[in-house]
């Protein structure tokens, strides 16, 4: 995630007037960076790549976008509208899907890949993505990979490992791409951080946006367009809803063009998040809250202005992708994110650190000719919450023979779970609640637990349903069905 106070700036080549080659002559302090950096074993694109976001951060660049630079996209092509061009079924053998999986469940109490968490019955998410994959393969030569990064690799590979019913999709050679690592920066002084007490906290996550040069630095994406591959479908493995679909596919193909962003309307619940944008030359660009200043929030916010935001369901051309990095010098030019943290994120007195980070959907703006669509918000189904878990848990949701996890009752809309956050934040905390499975939520449209509650085996719950427990001890809730008020009282 991009936490802490973010800063974003457009990455521009370094240049200097009195250098007739173009190239300006590296800062004491990036010659330091590369050394580190080589020395750790990092590729040369993604040194190529860190080193540009770092002269952007020397030079002082700001990275904020004016209104008054900007368009606002008016309107996007939409999933509906496509749905009646005929689907080509043999642009998956050219197709790559690839899930980031680089992210730890920090904010639901993990230490480990979210995507190990068990999402249905005995099934994590990777088991959801993978049975997605299987069911493709059986009819057509789809491939499959994971980006993880330093913190969810031995995990997942392990977890990949250990069941026979993956051994076709471990023994590809390309199904890993380890996400690089990035130096964090001194903020007193601009140099590499020095932390002798624990050094491997002198480096953190790139960001997603790392991916291009994961691709390239790794020899993946010449791997890749070697064996004839031409699309690929990038995703966060924690959105279910992110699913291979003919009918984007057909028609990003068909476009030409280097990238396609799928994008949801934005809702009030939306409004602080990043949005469309187009600038003066008719590019399509991001816009996130921190590189929009004060003076500009109204806008920003402004919903029926900018309507329209990233998914980070993208696909890409891999043949034109290639030939943007080549033409940058073996890179893709991104926008920074600079997060100021301490370099012991638990330690608030250790040394004030810079990490720069770049987030995929922003290269947008350096892929000219990339196009956006309106999806339907079933596409963005991220997991960020134990409410949403403890809602697909529930016999409300069920994985179909394909693998996509769906609605057992299309017909209605999904449940509305709002946990009590003091208690029920982290998952081991929710997995109190109902130490004997997730009770039913088939016909419930919404329910809220609030104060400590455990619920009995089997129980059934409908329509809008409050549990409150007032007192210290836990309320056991074990009479079903329920509906409406739930207190000690009414079950008394």
């Known amino acids: 995630s991009m936490g802490g106070s973010a800063i974003i700036a457009q990455a521009v080549p370094a240049t200097s007037l009195d250098d007739p080659m173009g190239e300006a002559q590296p800062s004491p302090e990036a010659e330091a960076f590369k050394k580190k950096m080589g020395a750790a074993g990092l590729s040369d694109a993604f040194i190529k790549q860190w080193l540009a976001l770092y002269a952007d951060l020397q030079g002082g660049s700001t990275g904020m976008i004016p209104e008054s630079s900007i368009s606002p996209v008016d309107a996007l092509p939409s999933f509906e509208e496509i749905q009646g061009t005929a689907p080509r079924p043999e642009l998956l053998k050219e197709t790559v899907v690839l899930k980031l999986n680089g992210g730890l469940g920090t904010s639901m109490g993990l230490e480990k890949a979210k995507s ?13 993505l993978a049975k997605q994959v299987l069911h493709l393969k059986k009819q057509h030569d789809v491939k499959f990979m994971l980006m993880n990064s ?22 590809d050679t390309d199904f890993e791409l380890v996400q690089n690592k990035a130096p964090k920066i001194d903020a007193a002084t601009l140099n590499p951080v020095d932390y002798a007490a624990n050094a491997s906290l002198e480096w953190c996550p790139p960001g997603h946006g790392d991916l291009y040069a994961a691709l390239l630095g790794s020899g993946k994406l010449d791997s890749l367009l070697a064996k004839g591959y031409k699309y690929m479908f990038v995703s966060n493995s924690d959105n279910l809803g992110a699913t291979m679909d003919l009918s984007l596919l057909t028609y990003f193909a068909a476009q030409q063009a280097p990238m396609l962003m799928e994008c949801c309307r934005r809702t009030p619940a939306d409004k602080k998040g990043g949005h469309l944008a187009k600038a003066k030359d008719g590019q399509l660009i991001l816009r996130e809250s921190a590189q929009c200043d004060k003076s500009d929030e109204a806008a920003f916010q402004d919903i029926t202005r900018h309507k329209f935001f990233n998914t980070n369901n993208l696909w890409l051309n891999l043949p034109m992708l290639k030939k943007v990095m ?5 890179f893709l030019p991104l926008p920074i994110i600079k997060n100021s943290k301490t370099v012991d994120p638990r330690n608030s007195s250790s040394p004030s650190v810079i990490q720069l980070e770049t ?34 848990r529930s016999d409300a949701y069920q994985v179909a023979d394909n693998g996509n996890l769906e609605l057992a009752d299309k017909s209605r809309p999904a449940p509305v779970v709002t946990l009590d956050s003091k208690l029920y934040k982290l998952v081991d905390q929710m997995e109190t609640l109902a130490p004997q499975g997730v009770p039913s939520l088939r016909d419930c449209s ?34 079903t069905p329920l509906t409406g008020e739930v207190t000690s009282e009414t079950l008394a």
Do not use: H, W
């Open 326 to 330: 080549d033409q940058s010098g073996g």
């Open 116 to 128: 190990l968490l068990k999402v249905k019955g005995e099934m994590t998410f990777l088991d959801v």
């Open 359 to 392: 987030a995929m959907g922003a290269a947008i703006a350096s892929l000219p000719g990339s196009a956006a669509i309106v999806v339907p918000t079933s596409r963005f189904a991220p997991v960020k919450s134990c409410d949403q878990l403890f809602a697909l």
């Open 446 to 479: 919404s329910l809220s637990v609030q104060g400590k509650v455990v619920f009995g085996k089997g129980v059934v719950i409908t329509g809008d349903t409050v549990v409150r427990n007032t007192k210290d001890g836990a309320l056991v809730v074990d009479r």
């Open 150 to 171: 330093f913190s969810t690799s031995d995990d997942t590979m392990g977890f990949f490992r250990s069941k026979t019913e993956y051994s076709s999709l471990v023994q």
